[in-house]
């Protein structure tokens, strides 16, 4: 399995307050993505990284902020969390941007928003 | 349970008997599929990818179709086993502006009866 840890894996919070959640991998891969999984819906892309320093936003990215820092970790920050946030959010990887690479997945953050 | 799980398409298989799992993908310039399996609480665990320039590919176990006239792919397992159950889903990669665009289909559970 690819060195990906999620955490925490699960959350409970309030409306309007920060949340944080941490992706940590030991593979060294270049490129890291955070996508939210909803019933009725295929993972959606919120943001991914090619590169220390380097983000670039997915197809749902409002409400939502990332960082990188060092290539073993991305953070994904809800400023202000809001119910429609609930979700499951995944953490993924690859070595290239893709075409001919899979993303491996982390087990993923239960978030509830109250 | 798996909130993801819930309203998906359901395929039941007798345990030992082959299970053949559908996927429609929406776009003929994806170059790259993949097939992923989630199991309850756990994130996507790659399985099988085949290329656009192929039409079949092997694993142990699995087989992927791929039948680009009508833009389909198949998963099949044979032999399922009751740790074959879980949802599949099936994802299309294409090229988009600067990156690759990779779609995640809603997925099938697939059931498999002792």
């Known amino acids: 399995d690819a060195g990906i840890t999620q955490s925490p894996r699960h959350k409970v919070t309030e409306t309007g307050t920060p949340v944080t959640l941490r992706c940590h991998q030991t593979?060294?891969?270049?490129?890291m993505y955070w996508y939210r999984q909803d019933p009725g819906h295929g993972l959606r892309l919120i943001h991914y990284?090619?590169?220390?320093?380097?983000?670039d936003k997915g197809e749902v990215s409002d409400g939502y902020s990332v960082s990188r820092s060092k290539t073993e970790d991305f953070l994904l920050t809800l400023e202000s969390a809001t119910s429609s946030q609930t979700s499951v959010y995944f953490c993924?990887?690859?070595?290239?941007?893709?075409?001919?690479?899979?993303?491996?997945f982390g087990d993923g953050t239960r978030l509830s928003i109250l | 349970g798996e909130s993801v799980g819930l309203h998906l398409p359901t395929l039941s298989v007798q345990e030992g008997d082959n299970s053949i799992i559908n996927c429609a993908y929406s776009n003929s310039a994806s170059d790259y599929f993949i097939w992923y399996k989630q199991e309850s609480g756990k994130g996507p665990q790659f399985i099988i990818d085949i290329r656009s320039n192929m039409d079949k590919r092997q694993g142990q176990r699995v087989t992927v179709l791929l039948n680009k006239t009508v833009k389909h792919l198949s998963l099949q397992i044979a032999a399922t086993q009751p740790g074959d159950s879980a949802v599949y889903f099936c994802a299309e990669n294409f090229p988009a502006l600067g990156y690759q665009k990779v779609t995640f289909g809603t997925g099938t559970k697939l059931q498999v009866i002792p």
């Open positions: 993924a990887i690859s070595e290239n941007r893709g075409g001919n690479q899979p993303q491996h």
């Open positions: 593979e060294n891969h270049r490129y």
């Open positions: 990284s090619y590169g220390v320093k380097d983000t």
